[in-house]
C-alpha cells in the first residue's frame, strides 16, 4: 500500500508544476494589471508599484521568482489588498469554506447513499421512479438557478430561513446554502449507486446469501454494500473538490465570507497574487482529495495495488 501511495504522490508533482506553469503565464499576459483603474496613476507611482512587486522583470524571472517562493510555501504578497499576504487571507476564509463544503458533502453522501439504495432496492417501482425524478431535477437545474428559488420561496415568502450571511455559522443560516450546493452531487451519487447496488444485488453471492434465508436489508448491509460502493468511491474525490471550488458561486450568492469572495474579489481587481494562490490552494487539494479516494479504492479492490 505504501508503494501505491508513493507513486500516486510522485504521479501528481508533474500535474501540479504544469498547471501553475500555466496559471502563471495566463494571467500575466492577459489584458490589464493589477494596478489599472478607472482613474489611472501617475507614471512615476505605477512605475514604483511595478519595481516593489518586481512587475518590471522579465517574464521568466518573474516565474522562477515564484516558484522558488512556493518551494518555501510562502504564496506571496497580495497586489490590492494592503499589509495581507495571499496565504493570510486564504486562512481567514478557509474556515468558512471548509464548514459549509464539509457540511454539503457529508450531506451529499447521506442523501446519494440512501437514495441509491433505496432506488436499487424498489427497483422499477414508484419509489425508484420518484427518487430518478428527484436526481434529474438535481441534475438538470444549476445551483445558482435554485439558490434565488430556494431564496425567494424559504427565506422571503415563508421566513422560514435566512436568505444570506453566516451568522453563528448554525444550521439555521447554513441550511439553503448546504441544499444548493449538495443537491447535484446527491443527485449523482444515488444514480451511481443504484446503478452498482443493481448489478450486485444480481450478483450469484447476492442470491446465495438470501437462499439462506439472510433478510433483505441484512443482505444489502453485510454483503452488497461494499462491492456496490466502489464506483461511488471514484467519484467521492472530484465531488469534494467541486464542493469545496464550486462553494464560490454559493458563498457570493448567500454571502458567505470564505474563499469564495476572495478569490471573486481578486479576479475583478487583477490580483495576480491572489488569484493564483487561489487556484494553486485548490489544484493541491484536488490533488490530495483524489490520493486518498485512491487509497481506498485500493483497500475496497486489492487487485488495484497489483495493476
Known amino acids: 500500500m505504501f508503494g501505491f501511495a508513493l507513486r500516486r504522490l510522485l504521479s501528481t508533482i508533474p500535474v501540479l508544476l504544469i498547471a501553475i506553469t500555466a496559471c502563471f503565464f495566463i494571467l500575466r499576459l492577459a ?32 516565474y522562477l ?21 495571499v496565504a493570510r487571507q486564504i486562512g481567514i476564509g478557509l474556515p468558512y469554506t471548509l464548514v459549509l463544503g464539509g457540511t454539503a458533502f457529508l450531506v451529499a453522501i447521506v ?8 432506488g436499487a432496492i424498489y427497483q422499477n417501482r414508484s419509489v425508484d421512479y ?24 424559504f427565506g422571503v415568502k415563508l421566513a422560514w430561513l435566512p436568505v444570506g450571511g453566516w451568522g453563528d455559522g ?25 446503478g452498482s447496488m443493481v448489478e450486485t444485488l444480481n450478483a450469484n453471492f447476492i442470491k446465495t446469501a438470501k437462499a439462506k434465508g439472510i433478510g433483505r436489508w441484512r443482505t444489502v448491509l453485510r454483503h ?30 448567500f454571502g458567505i465570507p470564505g474563499i469564495g469572495r476572495y478569490f471573486v474579489g481578486a479576479a475583478l481587481n487583477r490580483d495576480y497574487g491572489m488569484v493564483l494562490g487561489t487556484v494553486i490552494f485548490y489544484m493541491v487539494l484536488i490533488v490530495v482529495l483524489n490520493l486518498l479516494v485512491d487509497l481506498t479504492y485500493a483497500w475496497l479492490d486489492p487487485k488495484v495495488r497489483t495493476r
Open 111 to 118: 442523501g446519494g447513499l440512501v437514495a441509491g439504495i433505496v
Open 31 to 62: 489584458p490589464g494589471g493589477p494596478f489599472d483603474a478607472e482613474r489611472a496613476l501617475p507614471p512615476e507611482v505605477l512605475a514604483n508599484l511595478r519595481a516593489y512587486y518586481h512587475l518590471d522583470d522579465p517574464l521568466i524571472v518573474q
Open 65 to 85: 521568482r515564484y516558484l522558488g517562493r512556493l518551494a518555501q510555501f510562502d504564496l506571496g504578497p497580495s497586489f490590492v489588498t494592503k499589509d495581507f499576504s
Open 224 to 253: 452488497a454494500l461494499r462491492p456496490a460502493l466502489t464506483p461511488v468511491v471514484s467519484y467521492l474525490g472530484p465531488a469534494a473538490s467541486y464542493l469545496l471550488t464550486g462553494s464560490i458561486v454559493v458563498e457570493q450568492i
Open 170 to 194: 448554525s444550521p439555521y443560516f447554513l441550511t439553503l446554502p448546504v441544499i444548493v450546493l449538495s443537491l447535484p452531487h446527491i443527485a449523482r451519487i444515488s444514480r451511481l449507486m443504484r
Open 130 to 153: 420518484f427518487v430518478a425524478a428527484v436526481a434529474m431535477t438535481g441534475l438538470v437545474v444549476p445551483n445558482f438557478l435554485v439558490a434565488p428559488i430556494l431564496q425567494l420561496v
